[in-house]
Nanobody, 115 residues
Framework: QVQLVESGGGLVQAGGSLRLSCAAS????????MGWYRQAPGKQRESVAT???????NYADSVKGRFTISRDNAKNTVYLQMNSLKPDDTAVYYC?????????WGQGTQVTVSS
């Protein structure tokens, strides 16, 4: 069973930075594509960034140039470096395997950006 544990969120002022981590278990991490997602209050969950097993990354237009996704296969961990944060980035951030299939979601990590 897949287990995903997100961490690294917090309260930061606009323009600040945070680095999120997601530790995964129960999967063959090194051959799995991974993604970061976020859900703001009253909004649907949306994809933020994805990374393939080979390291190729894609980003939502809203975060391009500000966020960087990376992975450490030795640690079964995927990261999201978030710079130049904006109040609109406030959300609960989740990671998951791609494709998610029947996998559930972890508890997420709250990111709050104050103006």
């Amino acid at each position: 069973q897949v287990q995903l544990v997100e961490s690294g969120g917090g309260l930061v002022q606009a323009g600040g930075s945070l680095r999120l981590s997601c530790a995964a278990s129960g999967i063959r991490f090194s051959i799995s594509a991974m993604g970061w997602y976020r859900q703001a209050p009253g909004k649907q969950r949306e994809s933020v960034a994805t990374i393939g097993s080979g390291g190729g990354a894609n980003y939502a237009d809203s975060v391009k140039g500000r966020f960087t996704i990376s992975r450490d296969n030795a640690k079964n961990t995927v990261y999201l470096q978030m710079n130049s944060l904006k109040p609109d980035d406030t959300a609960v951030y989740y990671c998951n395997v791609i494709p998610r299939g029947v996998n559930g979601w972890g508890q997420g990590t709250q990111v709050t950006v104050s103006s």
